[in-house]
Nanobody, 121 residues
């Protein structure tokens, strides 16, 4: 069993900041990529940011310069620091991990339950 548990969402005013955390637990041998996606009402889920175990990162154009993804590989945890938040950042944010549970197992993708981020005055 693998669980991804997110925390840190909430209501914030435009221009404010939030920090999301996602911890992966359970039977985990190694994690390749961890990332954050978001889904706004009526829209498809989209990639926000992702980070590999080696430290490479990529971001959606809409969040570059405002959001920062980071990982603590020892804790199997990924963070998303969100600054200069805008109303259009309002969405449910989902954590995602591409991992394998045993050395001989294939990599599979796991998702967290999501955390709501609302940017409003």
């Amino acid at each position: 069993q693998v669980q991804l548990v997110e925390s840190g969402g909430g209501l914030v005013q435009p221009g404010g900041s939030l920090r999301l955390s996602c911890a992966a637990s359970g039977s985990i041998f190694s994690i390749n990529t961890m990332g954050w996606y978001r889904q706004a009402p009526g829209k498809e889920r989209e990639l926000v940011a992702a980070a590999t175990s080696g430290g490479s990162t990529n971001y959606a154009d809409s969040v570059k310069g405002r959001f920062t993804i980071s990982r603590d590989n020892h804790k199997n945890t990924v963070y998303l620091q969100m600054n200069s938040l805008k109303p259009e950042d309002t969405a449910v944010y989902y954590c995602n991990a591409n991992l394998r549970q045993r050395p001989t197992y294939p990599y599979n993708v796991y998702w967290g339950q999501g955390t709501q981020v609302t940017v409003s005055s």
